[in-house]
């Protein structure tokens, strides 16, 4: 019985094409962890990350004994991103980013999973950051959004060319900036990283 692939499932929402589209995110449950400053030089990104992790694939593995048919490709690390003054964005002004990572929790996981996920991954490794790990639902709506190809570094230009988008279809900005990581970054050279970056609009 071949896994739940998220990516493949819902192609529409997470292999957009290289020029802007809208498109209308359903909800979804997501562990998620907030933090500020720039992720490369805070370790409290890092322990996010792995926290998070941790708990994906403890939920995950409590799914698979239950029933193979449950058993699923872990889904790729997303992160929402916003500041004080958005131009910090396109600027890379990274000390003034706050951000919140998450990660898509499938159905049938409801709180009482959730918890005994997070309960045994915590008891095989101190998760600091658990701590502060909560799931819940999660819903944008009509949203702007665009695969970007390259290194996080080199996003602007992209994130320029969807608010430019964004503002042709008489639409604008709300909520937080989104991203999705499709690339496993000590694994793909910087040209032939995959994200997909996405705007939620009004």
């Known amino acids: 019985m071949p896994k739940r692939e998220f990516l493949k499932l819902f192609r529409e929402l997470y292999q957009p094409p290289a020029e ?13 962890i907030d933090g500020s400053g720039d992720p490369e030089t805070d370790p409290w990104h890092q322990q996010v990350v792995e926290a998070i992790y941790a ?6 593995f409590i799914l698979k004994e239950r029933s193979e048919d449950l058993d699923f490709v872990m889904p790729p690390l997303e992160g929402l991103w916003w500041a004080e003054d ?9 000390e003034d980013w706050q951000w919140t990572m998450m990660l898509m929790i499938p159905e049938p996981v409801d709180d009482e999973i959730y ?20 799931f819940e639902k999660f819903e944008e709506g009509l949203c702007a959004q665009i695969m970007h190809r390259g290194p996080y570094a080199e996003e602007g230009p992209t994130i320029e060319r969807l608010h430019a988008f964004i503002a042709e279809q008489g639409r604008r900005p709300r909520g937080k ?26």
């Open 55 to 60: 708990v994906g694939y403890s939920i995950k």
């Open 115 to 134: 918890l005994e996920g997070h309960r045994k991954a915590c008891a095989k490794k101190c998760l600091v950051a658990a701590d502060l790990m909560r």
């Open 20 to 32: 802007p589209v809208m498109v209308d995110m359903p909800a979804m449950n997501f562990i998620m």
């Open 177 to 202: 900036h989104h991203e999705a990581y499709l690339s496993d970054p000590r694994r793909t050279k910087p040209g032939n990283m995959k994200t997909v970056l996405r705007q939620p609009v009004e």
């Open 86 to 94: 958005m131009t910090s964005f396109t600027e890379a002004e990274r």
